[in-house]
Structure formats: C-alpha cells, structure tokens
C-alpha cells in the first residue's frame, strides 16, 4: 500500500509569495468601481475573494485597440492552484467570475 502524505499533494506545492500588490487585490469585499472613463475601461472581471491574476489585474490595460495580450497569463485560487496559459493570450473583456472556477480537486473552465 503506497500512500501520499498530506504534505506532497499537489495544493502543498503551491509555493507562490504573493506581494503586496496582490494583496491588496484580493480584498474580501470587492472595491467601488471608479466612475466610467473613456480612458481606463476595465480589463477583465474577477471579483471573487481568494482568486489572482499574475500579471495582476492592476497591471493589465488596455492597448488602442481595445486588445489586452498577456504571454504568461495565470489564474488562480489561493490555497487551491491555478491555470497557466504558457502561449500569448488576449484576456480583454474576460469575465472570469463566469468562466473559471476552482475548487477542491476540481477545476472548470
């Protein structure tokens, strides 16, 4: 009988710091929106508590021509693990509350 310990599983890998930044980001309840601007549209949507961007969502904008490429993009769930996108990705009008979830042993996309 072969067994895993807790401590090898693959949520124990997850050994992402996070910096201050991030931090900030996951702020339980979702900050006020800033009024409309014709300048800074939002990005992407990921509202809920726990989940992260790398690049972090205070670093994506947007470019003239309303297109958002990321090479590297991650999104994930403190805690529980995260998506890699390893190829350049355009994550413009995204609303990943809608799209990713993950959860203990499962993830849905």
Not at 72 to 83: A, D, M
Not at 86 to 104: C, E, Q, S
Request: some cysteine; glycine content about 6%; proline content about 10%.
């Amino acid at each position: 009988d072969i067994s895993i310990p807790v401590d090898d599983s693959f949520a124990a890998l997850n050994t992402r710091k996070k910096t201050p930044v991030e931090e900030a980001d996951l702020d339980a309840s979702p900050a006020p929106s800033p009024p409309p601007s014709s300048t800074s549209p939002p990005v992407l949507i990921l509202t809920r508590a726990g989940y992260y961007t790398i690049p972090s969502l205070s670093q994506l904008s947007l470019d003239t021509e309303g297109q958002c490429l990321v090479t590297g993009f991650t999104v994930g769930r403190e805690g529980y693990g995260n998506i890699h996108y390893p190829g350049t990705l355009n994550v413009a009008n995204l609303n990943l509350d809608d799209t990713v979830f993950i959860r203990h042993k499962e993830v849905i996309v």
